[in-house]
């Protein structure tokens, strides 16, 4: 846990249900500003697509902390944007990473001037990647067969058939090592991968350093994989996934369009069998990599830096203005988004309430008898840990005694009954 000499904590997700919905809001709030004052930070960047309530509300017991939205774009028109303006009020800065294929991008942010515009971001660095001998060494694959990297998800039927039609697709290339980050296992020990394939299962991180040691790759097209594999000129097939916040489909179509990379309909399986058996053409896989060489360079993460220092020397913005934008956002939140969702959102309001007063009898979110603080800072051993359903709070290394009695305090809130 440890990014350019940077040291960082875990924070769990409320998907963990490691406590109540109506709990995670305030803790994740209470875990921020915890660490603020351990660190005497003056900004706190959110990279995501919706801040969450915890997030927003650092505002109100922290004021003078500059808080900051790195917004990307492709957002579906779905009911979020209703309040897209007022979360950008809340901000003290909005920043809009570049995207290679904002040309396509119709969503609600781009008609926007509320952000800053920077070039496009990527954990890709050429200058930190490894060449294709020694990507190939790290990672432990031949020298001399072709290696492809899939990256695509498992668990429900409609992903699990889709990684099945991809390396299906695979089987016609000759002596092909194929790298995947997880094993081709669904819950039930059903293998995904057809026979004939050769899989390694690799766990490297972070896998943009090694992208060089691949000749093809097939990924889903969020901002991430495609400002990494197109920065890295690899060629790529792109699946969207419509399960994301994003429109991954309108980002991989400008992709297809500039043959810049492939893309497919998501939900056609022989299409993406057949797309996946085109990357063994060499000319193809050529044309796609000239093709990218063409795109701008992945530098927007300096240009933020700079924006950073400069925003240190900016006042944050006042108390009265975050708490009157606070208000509406919560009423255009429960009212602003048409009769359905207002019903819906004045029902959630009654079950909370009532279930704040009568819980389920058997509802548990955790079996915590104790806070498990760790400080650690060794990546393998924190993976280990997260994989493990057991409840955990993780620490910075070197955290002071102050900083952990309130971690305590915070954890005890949440956990403990």
Request: charged residues 25%; proline residues 5%.
């Given at each position: 846990?440890?990014?350019?000499?940077?040291?960082?904590?875990?924070?769990?997700?409320?998907?963990?249900?490691?406590?109540?919905?109506?709990?995670?809001?305030?803790?994740?709030?209470?875990?921020?500003?915890?660490?603020?004052?351990?660190?005497?930070?003056?900004?706190?960047?959110?990279?995501?697509?919706?801040?969450?309530?915890?997030?927003?509300?650092?505002?109100?017991?922290?004021?003078?902390?500059?808080?900051?939205?790195?917004?990307?774009?492709?957002?579906?028109?779905?009911?979020?944007?209703?309040?897209?303006?007022?979360?950008?009020?809340?901000?003290?800065?909005?920043?809009?990473?570049?995207?290679?294929?904002?040309?396509?991008?119709?969503?609600?942010?781009?008609?926007?001037?509320?952000?800053?515009?920077?070039?496009?971001?990527?954990?890709?660095?050429?200058?930190?990647?490894?060449?294709?001998q020694?990507?190939?060494?790290?990672?432990?694959?031949?020298?001399?067969?072709?290696a492809?990297?899939?990256?695509?998800?498992?668990?429900?039927?409609?992903?699990?058939?889709?990684?099945?039609?991809?390396?299906?697709?695979?089987?016609?290339?000759?002596?092909?090592?194929?790298?995947?980050?997880?094993?081709?296992?669904?819950?039930?020990?059903?293998?995904?991968?057809?026979?004939?394939?050769?899989?390694?299962?690799?766990?490297?991180?972070?896998?943009?350093?090694?992208?060089?040691?691949f000749?093809?790759?097939?990924?889903?097209?969020?901002?991430?994989?495609?400002?990494?594999?197109?920065?890295?000129?690899?060629?790529?097939?792109?699946?969207?996934?419509?399960?994301?916040?994003?429109?991954?489909?309108a980002?991989?179509?400008?992709?297809?369009?500039?043959?810049?990379?492939?893309?497919?309909?998501?939900?056609?399986?022989?299409?993406?069998?057949e797309?996946?058996?085109?990357?063994?053409?060499?000319?193809?896989?050529?044309?796609?990599?000239?093709?990218?060489?063409?795109?701008?360079?992945?530098?927007?993460?300096?240009?933020?830096?700079?924006?950073?220092?400069?925003?240190?020397?900016?006042?944050?913005?006042?108390?009265?203005?975050?708490?009157?934008?606070?208000?509406?956002?919560?009423?255009?939140?429960?009212?602003?988004?048409?009769?359905r969702?207002?019903?819906?959102?004045?029902?959630?309001?009654?079950?909370?309430?009532?279930?704040?007063l009568?819980?389920?009898?058997?509802?548990?979110?955790?079996?915590?008898?104790?806070?498990?603080?760790?400080?650690?800072?060794q990546?393998?051993?924190?993976?280990?840990?997260?994989?493990?359903?057991?409840?955990?709070?993780?620490?910075?290394?070197?955290?002071?005694?102050?900083?952990?009695?309130?971690?305590?305090?915070?954890?005890?809130?949440?956990?403990?009954?």
């Amino acid at each position: 846990p440890k990014i350019a000499g940077v040291q960082f904590e875990y924070i769990p997700g409320r998907d963990r249900k490691w406590m109540r919905r109506l709990e995670w809001d305030a803790y994740l709030r209470d875990r921020l500003v915890a660490l603020i004052d351990e660190t005497d930070a003056s900004i706190v960047s959110f990279d995501g697509v919706v801040p969450y309530p915890g997030i927003i509300s650092i505002k109100r017991l922290r004021p003078k902390v500059k808080l900051v939205w790195v917004r990307r774009g492709f957002w579906q028109n779905t009911p979020r944007k209703y309040v897209l303006k007022l979360q950008s009020q809340m901000m003290d800065l909005v920043v809009t990473p570049g995207d290679f294929g904002q040309d396509y991008d119709k969503g609600p942010t781009t008609n926007r001037n509320d952000s800053v515009l920077v070039k496009p971001i990527s954990i890709y660095k050429p200058e930190l990647s490894f060449n294709k001998q020694q990507a190939r060494q790290e990672l432990g694959l031949d020298l001399n067969r072709p290696a492809i990297l899939v990256q695509l998800g498992i668990g429900e039927a409609d992903l699990n058939s889709k990684l099945t039609a991809a390396l299906s697709g695979l089987t016609s290339w000759p002596n092909l090592q194929v790298v995947l980050t997880k094993d081709p296992i669904t819950s039930s020990g059903e293998n995904l991968a057809p026979s004939g394939l050769e899989i390694k299962v690799v766990r490297y991180f972070p896998l943009a350093n090694v992208l060089n040691a691949f000749d093809a790759a097939i990924c889903a097209a969020g901002y991430n994989s495609v400002h990494e594999e197109l920065a890295a000129k690899i060629p790529t097939l792109f699946i969207p996934n419509v399960r994301g916040t994003d429109n991954q489909a309108a980002r991989a179509k400008w992709a297809a369009d500039n043959k810049m990379a492939l893309t497919v309909d998501q939900s056609n399986l022989e299409e993406i069998r057949e797309n996946a058996r085109l990357l063994s053409s060499e000319e193809l896989r050529n044309e796609l990599t000239l093709n990218c060489a063409k795109l701008p360079q992945v530098t927007g993460a300096i240009d933020v830096a700079e924006i950073f220092k400069d925003l240190l020397n900016k006042p944050a913005k006042n108390r009265s203005e975050i708490n009157s934008t606070l208000l509406k956002l919560k009423l255009k939140n429960t009212f602003g988004r048409g009769w359905r969702r207002t019903a819906f959102s004045l029902l959630q309001l009654l079950s909370y309430a009532y279930r704040s007063l009568k819980p389920y009898k058997n509802e548990s979110s955790s079996n915590v008898s104790e806070i498990n603080l760790v400080e650690i800072d060794q990546r393998d051993e924190l993976h280990k840990l997260i994989k493990n359903q057991s409840p955990f709070e993780h620490l910075i290394v070197g955290a002071s005694t102050t900083y952990k009695n309130r971690r305590i305090e915070i954890a005890k809130k949440a956990y403990l009954k």
